[in-house]
Structure formats: structure tokens, C-alpha cells
């Protein structure tokens, strides 16, 4: 009997670095530890858009995964830790709300827990949801630890991220992947093989001649998309009808006291402005729409903005939110930038790279490429980036600002996908579940909350209910109180466990 011919791929190359491609190594070689050669082609004289420098939990399923110690991490890509997002300004001037990593309050009956919550609130017996969550209180006073393993404490209920250097990460990655076999070849792509018949690449051209062949091509070239759409033409799905911010800029700012263990965004006339602390510097951003600011009053205002000194120009960044048609074109897989857009609202830049690593772990394939493996794979990635999407145009539509770009976001028609989720919401305070969603209740429920979508009656079920909700708040509020005295502050906990080189 004649053996079945090897199909397997043996050769893989990933056009582009940064956090996309190293990211992209570092798994692979992980996973694929023998009989296939993982190349890598980066240049130098390319920058790094490197916008984000935060990050949401998952990150850390991802780190694991590759086995990182976590304090080594941090302390390599000179980071801090993160519980959420802190909203300011974003409903209307003078309000704030708090987006957490990890729950509010802790389940104690079949109802969600907000749903007593709003009773109370409609009684006018009761303060902000922000106040009976961990993740918030612990935020606010400038602490962090990680979570206790024992789930009968309150200190368990809430989860983390980090904030770090991107580019320190990407060199992190670059490390980690070389030594355990990955191959960088320094240079420039100026030309795509591609076979007449299939229309797969084959290989790419350096510029000093040098020729790379591959079985299977990761486009990690960011908006340029070398492969994905230089060469294969795969086209582009634009919502900046809905997130209509196309630009950004940011700048380093020398470090304050305040070194809090959260990511802070202002909303502004015309887009918002994020801050992130790291060790040794801020990091600073202002994302906006040019259709209502200009390129330089919106630089000024940034640098008028700033909590400290900046340490240099304002970097620009110009983009247009959206997506490839698909992902995973023929025998080409697209990461990161390349594969679409979705502006750094909610820290979910290098999320995306993770997840459509974590989709090509799951559908690798062999040299036959199965169209319906690809498709599996691009219909999983699409649905993912539309949960995100909606996610976003939720903090942009549900706002009371008076500038034209709130007012524009106010009054334009969203998905029927996001338009449900926000009538459940608004009519029964129900939050509906969707299929490769990575923000879960929690997070859906603080931004419809924050953003001022407070539901007009409770869920029927609740006039069945003879749990005393107030009192179990109250009791969860004081158990928070009483343990966040016994956690170190953010500072003196990284000082102990992962001081950078800054």
C-alpha cells in the first residue's frame, strides 16, 4: 500500500515585525516544535505604529501559553498593571464611570446581581455601580495585587491586564522566538510570486535580491497589507460611518505620582485622548476625527492636555476603521494591522493579533489549504471583530455631548446587532449574549450604565424575588473596604516584583 503523500506545511514565512509579527513567532514556534522552518523579514527603516500600550486579559492566557514569567515580562517592557478603563467626560462634561476587568458584587441569587442594583437605584437608595465592584475599588485607591485564589474572598472577584512599551514587547517576542529556532531576515519586500493557476504566494522578493519561499505567508505589514491586499486584492470593509475617528496622535510624557493601575480616556470636542502610565514615562494619545479638528489645533491641544513634560513630538497616525473581506485569503493569514483596524478605545489592538493567532493554531492547515477550513476561520474572525465594533460604537452613540462629532455619533444609525442589545438593555435592563464575544456582561452592563442607559423598568422575574438585595450589597461594599487596606499600593507592588530598567 502506498503511503499517503506529506502534505504538511514546512515552511512558513511572516512578512513584518513588530508586536503582530513577533507575536505571531513566538506562537508558532511554541506550538510547531519541529520539522517546519518559521522565517520572519522585517526592516528597520519601516516604523512600528505601536499606538496601544494597553491591553485586556486575554493578553495573559497568551503569555502563558508561551510560557513568559510574568514578572520577567513586566519588568523587560518596563509595565505596569491594569484593572479597567476609567470613562471621563465620554456621557457628558463633568461625568465619569469605570469600565472593570472582573465582576460587580459576586452572585448571590439566580437574578444578576444589577438587577437589584437598579432597584435600589430607582428608590434613590443607592450610590454609583462603580462602588461595588473590586476591580474599582482597588483602582481608585491606587492599589493592585493579584487576585486571591480563594473565591469565598472578595479579593477574587475582579481580573487584570498590563500596560507596557509595545516596542519592548515586540523585542521581548523577537528574543524568545530566534532562540528557539525562528529566522530574521533584515530587508525590504519589493515583490510577490504568486502561481499563475491558484494564485497563491509562493515567495517574496527582498530588496537586496534575496528570495524567501514559503508553504503558508502571515501578513504581519500592517496597513500597507503587502500580501493580503497588494498582492492578493482581497478588499476592505470601511465603517468609519460609524467610528468616523481616522486619526491619531501620540506622545510620551514624563511619569507622575499618579501611577494608577488603570487606563484613563477623555472624551474631547472631537475625538478622546488616553493615558497610560508605564514605568518611566506616560503614554499619551489623542484619537480623533479630522472631519471636525485639523491636524495641528488637534496636536496642540493634546500637548496642552498632558499631566507631565512631554519627552517628544506627538507621533502621527492615520487610519480608516474597518476590515479585510477576509483574513485568511488562499494560502496568506492576516495579522494585526493588515487585517483590519478598530480604533484603541478598548485596548483590543493586540487582542486581535492573539485571537486570529489563536484561530490559525486552531484551523492550521495542510498544503491542500481546505476552502472550508479558511472559511470556518474567517467567519469565527469576523464575528469577533463585529462584537468588538459594536462594543465601540456603543461608548460613541450613547452620549449627551453638544459637539457636532457626539452629536454626529448620537443621531447615526448603528447595527441592528448593537441596536438590540441596547433596547433589551433599556427596556428590561437584559443583557444579551453573542457568539464571540470577548466583553462579557460586565463590561457591556458598566458602558450601558456609564453611558446613560439606565433601564426604564426592571426584569419581570425580579417581583418574584425575596432576596434582600440591599443588605447584600451593603455587606459585599464593606467586605471590599475592609481588604483593600491589606493590598499594597501599585507602586510598591511593582517596585517588589518587576522594576523595569527605565
Not at 519601516?46 to 493578553?59: C, K, L, Q, R, Y
Not at 491606587?142 to 485564589?149: E, L, Y
Not at 472624551?267 to 503614554?283: D, K, M
Not at 500637548?303 to 480608516?320: E, I, K, N, T
Request: charged share 20%.
Amino acid at each position: 500500500m502506498q503511503a499517503p503523500a506529506d502534505r504538511a506545511i514546512r515552511s512558513i514565512v511572516i512578512v513584518g515585525g513588530g508586536s503582530a509579527g513577533w507575536m505571531t513567532a513566538a506562537a508558532l514556534c511554541r506550538t510547531l516544535q519541529r520539522d517546519c522552518a518559521i522565517t520572519l523579514v522585517e526592516s528597520d527603516e519601516i516604523g512600528i505604529v505601536g499606538v496601544g500600550e494597553a491591553t485586556i486579559p486575554p493578553i495573559r492566557l497568551f503569555n502563558e501559553m508561551l510560557g513568559l514569567d510574568e514578572a520577567q515580562f513586566v519588568r523587560e517592557t518596563n509595565g505596569s498593571y491594569k484593572l479597567g478603563i476609567q470613562f471621563v467626560d465620554w456621557l457628558r462634561p463633568g461625568h465619569a464611570y469605570f469600565h472593570p476587568f472582573g465582576t460587580f458584587g459576586k452572585p448571590f441569587d439566580t437574578v444578576a446581581l444589577h438587577q437589584f442594583w437598579l432597584k435600589e437605584h430607582k428608590a434613590g437608595a443607592i450610590d454609583a455601580i462603580d462602588n461595588y465592584c473590586m476591580a474599582w475599588t482597588l483602582a481608585q485607591a491606587g492599589k493592585f495585587a493579584p487576585p486571591s485564589r480563594d473565591l469565598r474572598n472578595v479579593l477574587s472577584t475582579y481580573d487584570y491586564a498590563y500596560h507596557f512599551d509595545a516596542s519592548r514587547y515586540a523585542a521581548f517576542l523577537s528574543r524568545y522566538a530566534q532562540a528557539k529556532g525562528v529566522i530574521r531576515h533584515e530587508g525590504k519586500v519589493v515583490a510577490v510570486a504568486q502561481n499563475g493557476e491558484t494564485g497563491f504566494v509562493e515567495s517574496v522578493t527582498l530588496g537586496d535580491g534575496r528570495v524567501l519561499a514559503g508553504d503558508l505567508f502571515i501578513d504581519c505589514s500592517g496597513f500597507r497589507g503587502i500580501l493580503i491586499e497588494g498582492a492578493l486584492q482581497t478588499g476592505y470593509e470601511d465603517w468609519s460611518h460609524w467610528l468616523p475617528c481616522d486619526r491619531a496622535l501620540a506622545v510620551p510624557s514624563a511619569p507622575t505620582a499618579d501611577f494608577v493601575p488603570y487606563t484613563r480616556s477623555t472624551a474631547r470636542e472631537a475625538g478622546w485622548q488616553w493615558r497610560i502610565p508605564i514605568q518611566g514615562r506616560t503614554g499619551n494619545g489623542y484619537v480623533y476625527s479630522s472631519g471636525f479638528i485639523d491636524d495641528a489645533r488637534a496636536a496642540d491641544n493634546l500637548l496642552a492636555r498632558l499631566d507631565g513634560a512631554p519627552l517628544a513630538d506627538p507621533r502621527p497616525l492615520r487610519f480608516v476603521t474597518g476590515r479585510r473581506r477576509k483574513a485568511w485569503n488562499r494560502n496568506v493569514i492576516a495579522v494585526g494591522l493588515s487585517s483590519g483596524f478598530l480604533e484603541p478605545l478598548e485596548s483590543t489592538s493586540l487582542h486581535l493579533i492573539q485571537a486570529n493567532i489563536s484561530k490559525l493554531l486552531a484551523f492550521f492547515p495542510d498544503r491542500d489549504f481546505d476552502p472550508q477550513v479558511s472559511a470556518e476561520f474567517n467567519r469565527v474572525a469576523s464575528a469577533e471583530t463585529e462584537r468588538i465594533r459594536d462594543f465601540l460604537i456603543l461608548h460613541y452613540h450613547l452620549n449627551q455631548r453638544e459637539e457636532p462629532l457626539w452629536r454626529y455619533c448620537a443621531q447615526m444609525p448603528i447595527p441592528d446587532s448593537l441596536q438590540g442589545r441596547i433596547d433589551h438593555f433599556r427596556h428590561y435592563g437584559r443583557l444579551i449574549a453573542a457568539e464571540m464575544d470577548v466583553f462579557g456582561a460586565p463590561s457591556w452592563m458598566a458602558v450601558q450604565i456609564g453611558q446613560g442607559n439606565i433601564p426604564a423598568r426592571l426584569d419581570p422575574v425580579m417581583q418574584y424575588r425575596e432576596a434582600d438585595g440591599a443588605a447584600w450589597l451593603a455587606r459585599f461594599k464593606a467586605a471590599m473596604t475592609a481588604e483593600v487596606g491589606r493590598v499594597p499600593s501599585h507602586r510598591a507592588y511593582v517596585d517588589e516584583h518587576c522594576r523595569g530598567n527605565v
